[in-house]
């Protein structure tokens, strides 16, 4: 099969903005939950024909707003679950299709880690391999706000469609992970993902074995996979990054892996860390500057979002343990972290076992 005229030129999405591809089923769920979508989109300033082409841009600070909103209107709790339900890998544009024509799993989510940022620049997801276990999940780069738990399920819904169009319907996670707090309802979370889930610990992501990864991709042709290819090679000619800008993206996305160190960055930008140190001199900061910029957004957003406890969290962060991580997290805040959880109205932790009770 070769590529044909239908096929436009994506362009790249300018920072702040997210293309409107996976919000495109938007209206209908509305209707089919009794809302008129008017009463929802006018109040930002849509009008529902901007849902129709999935090329449409929308700020991504008010993704969530418009979510919460939907969930206020309809009364479904689960909106945002059941938005990412409807969608697959053709919402996310030319990445998707680039993934849909991979030859095997580990390349296909290997495209999306790399070449996300081109269409959306305020998450930055992650493929994790350890022994047999891999974990494909992601970090948001901007500190979560109103509607964040709708985007985290339905993101997550989006996932597991897509591993089931690369891997078949043989394919079954063995752990799905929330930061989200336990919904009350989680009755269609079992049975959309058919596996333990985990709510309010650090990562969101999709657990499963790492032999997946190796499976050839289902339908594949790469004859559209070249075509793909030299799309998104255009894109990040037109719409690259500064490199500082570059380096925080690849930075916040290692964070949440555990390998985030001088070296592991550079690795990961194709550059000597002698050079990158030099580059980012030249854009006026350094790699320990942005770590601890990325290190303090990330404890935040745990310590409010999540009831993951003072200790894992310092894990996550890569702190040595926990009287390392509360040093430094007054030196941010001038108090300690489970000081600001209860001035900021966060989740109170609930221990590190019951934290990770599957539900």
Same mark, same amino acid.
């Given at each position: 099969?070769t590529p044909?005229?239908s096929?436009?030129?994506?362009?790249?999405?300018p920072?702040g903005?997210?293309?409107i591809?996976p919000?495109?089923?938007l209206?209908?769920?509305?209707?089919?939950?009794?809302v008129?979508p008017?009463?929802?989109l006018e109040r930002?300033?849509?009008?529902e024909?901007?849902?129709?082409?999935?090329?449409?841009?929308?700020a991504?600070?008010i993704?969530g707003?418009?979510?919460?909103?939907?969930?206020?209107e309809?009364?479904?709790?689960?909106?945002?679950?059941l938005?990412?339900?409807r969608?697959?890998a053709s919402?996310?544009?030319v990445?998707?299709?680039l993934?849909?024509n991979?030859?095997?799993v580990?390349?296909?989510?290997?495209?999306?880690?790399d070449?996300?940022?081109?269409h959306?620049?305020?998450?930055?997801?992650?493929?994790e391999?350890?022994?047999?276990q891999?974990?494909?999940?992601y970090q948001t780069l901007?500190?979560?706000?109103? #509607?964040?738990e *709708?985007?985290?399920d339905?993101?997550? /819904?989006?996932?597991?469609n897509?591993m089931?169009? =690369?891997?078949? &319907? $043989?394919?079954?996670?063995?752990?799905?992970?929330?930061?989200?707090?336990k919904p009350?309802?989680?009755?269609?979370y079992?049975?959309?993902f058919?596996?333990?889930?985990?709510? #309010?610990?650090e *990562?969101t992501g999709?657990?499963f074995? /790492?032999?997946?990864?190796?499976?050839?991709v289902? =339908?594949?042709? &790469? $004859?559209?996979?070249?075509?793909?290819?030299?799309q998104?090679?255009?894109?990040r000619?037109?719409?690259s990054d500064?490199?500082?800008?570059?380096?925080?993206?690849q930075?916040?996305?290692?964070?949440?892996?555990?390998?985030c160190t001088?070296s592991?960055?550079?690795?990961?930008l194709?550059v000597h860390?002698?050079?990158?140190?030099r580059?980012?001199k030249?854009?006026?900061?350094?790699?320990?500057?942005?770590?601890?910029?990325?290190?303090?957004?990330?404890?935040?957003?745990?310590?409010?979002?999540?009831?993951?406890?003072?200790?894992?969290?310092?894990t996550?962060l890569?702190?040595?343990?926990s009287?390392?991580?509360?040093?430094a997290?007054a030196?941010?805040e001038s108090v300690?972290p489970?000081?600001?959880?209860?001035?900021?109205?966060?989740?109170?932790?609930?221990?590190?076992?019951?934290?990770?009770?599957p539900?």
């Open positions: 099969m044909t005229a096929f436009h030129v994506f362009s790249p999405t920072s903005m997210v293309r591809g919000f495109i089923h209206p209908g769920l509305l209707r089919e939950l009794g008129e008017e009463r929802v930002f300033g849509f009008a024909s901007a849902f129709a082409d999935p090329e449409n841009r929308i991504a600070e993704r707003p418009i979510l919460a909103a939907c969930v206020r309809s009364g479904c709790h689960h909106f945002g679950l938005l990412g339900q969608n697959d919402a996310l544009g990445i998707g299709f993934m849909r991979a030859p095997d580990q390349t296909a989510l290997s495209d999306l880690v070449n996300l940022h081109l959306n620049r305020v998450a930055a997801p992650y493929l391999i350890a022994g047999r891999a974990i494909f999940g901007n500190p979560y706000a109103e #509607g964040w *709708q985007i985290d339905g993101a997550m /819904a989006l996932l597991w897509i089931r169009s =690369l891997c078949g &319907s $043989g394919w079954l996670p063995s752990e799905v992970r929330f930061r989200r707090n009350g309802n989680v009755n269609l079992r049975g959309l058919g596996a333990p889930l985990l709510f #309010g610990i *990562q999709l657990v074995s /790492a032999s997946w990864l190796s499976e050839k289902q =339908l594949a042709d &790469s $004859g559209l996979r070249t075509y793909f290819e030299r998104v090679g255009v894109m000619g037109v719409g500064d490199f500082a800008a570059q380096a925080k993206y930075l916040v996305r290692l964070l949440g892996t555990g390998c001088l592991d960055l550079a690795k990961h194709g860390p002698r050079t990158l140190n580059r980012l030249e854009a006026g900061t350094s790699f320990r500057e942005m770590h601890q910029v990325a290190r303090h957004q990330l404890a935040c957003q745990l310590l409010r979002d999540t009831t993951s406890s003072i200790s894992a969290i310092a996550l890569g702190y040595s343990g009287n390392a991580f509360v040093r997290f030196q941010w300690p489970a000081t600001w959880r209860k001035q900021v109205g966060g989740v109170a932790p609930i221990g590190r076992h019951a934290a990770l009770k539900a």
